[in-house]
């Protein structure tokens, strides 16, 4: 089955500097890569995601970007601001995974005024 | 967007009883429900996989008779704790398939459960 792995696991950077979580995925097949951002206590947000057929997507400040052939995607955020303090986790789906989301082990972004 | 429902939001209970966790979605119809376990500081690990009308299918190593799925209409998936132990306590949180299948999964606000 399907194995992602994130990384770094903690990251504290200054606020107004850019933020890179990075994170691979075992199967090829894999066709879908969310990012969430989840506060203490609560659900998992979708901030954004990319499909397996666009190399980057980009929103604002947060881009994702998707390597297909080495099986790695990545999560920019660029002027970071306090309140994107926050565990982030990358998942990984495939087609044929019947809808399942497998998740990285997370990244806890500290951003310091 | 598709909103998904779960309560209770937390939970506290004796060791060996039983807990039921619903989740509903509230604007769609949901056929498959995903029940995922949150340990603190520790990623979603999936449990199961929750259809409509049909027997759940499980992640190895999860105990079918120890969390008991339940998925009896379009709109709510059921998770019974049963037999308690302070070993399960933890986060567990409910996603649905958005409508039509495809993509942008959304969460339930998950329920924090603490056996004592």
Redesign the interface.
């Known amino acids: 089955g399907e194995n992602v792995e994130q990384h770094p696991s903690t990251l504290s950077v200054q606020e107004g500097d850019s933020a890179v979580i990075k994170c691979t995925y075992s199967d090829s097949a894999s066709n879908y890569f969310p990012w969430y951002k989840q506060e203490l206590g609560k659900r998992p947000q979708l901030i954004i995601d990319i499909r397996s057929n666009v190399g980057e997507k980009k929103d604002q400040r947060i881009a994702v970007t998707l390597n297909k052939t080495a099986k790695h995607f990545s999560l920019h955020i660029t002027e970071t601001q306090p309140e994107d303090s926050a565990v982030y986790f990358c998942a990984a789906m495939g087609y044929n995974q019947g809808g399942k989301l497998i998740f990285g082990q997370g990244t806890e972004l500290s951003v310091k005024p | 967007g598709a909103v998904v429902s779960q309560h209770p939001s937390w939970v506290i209970c004796k060791s060996g009883t039983s807990v039921k966790i619903e989740c509903r979605s509230l604007d769609f119809q949901a056929t ?1 429900m ?1 029940w995922y376990r949150q340990f603190p ?6 449990m199961a ?1 929750s259809n409509e009308g049909s027997k759940a ?1 499980y992640e190895q190593g999860v105990e079918k008779d120890k969390f008991l799925i339940n998925h009896a209409s379009l709109t709510l998936s059921t998770l019974t704790v049963t037999s308690a132990h302070p070993e399960d306590s933890s ?1 567990y ?1 409910c ?1 649905a ?1 958005p409508p039509g ?1 495809g ?8 329920t ?1 459960l603490t056996v004592v």
Do not use: A
């Not at chain 2, 500081?41 to 999936?46: A, V």
């Not at chain 2, 993509?103 to 998950?110: N, P, Q, R």
């Open positions: 498959t995903f500081k520790q990623s979603l690990m999936l996989t299918t986060f949180i996603s398939e299948g993509y942008g999964y959304t969460f339930g606000s998950g924090r």
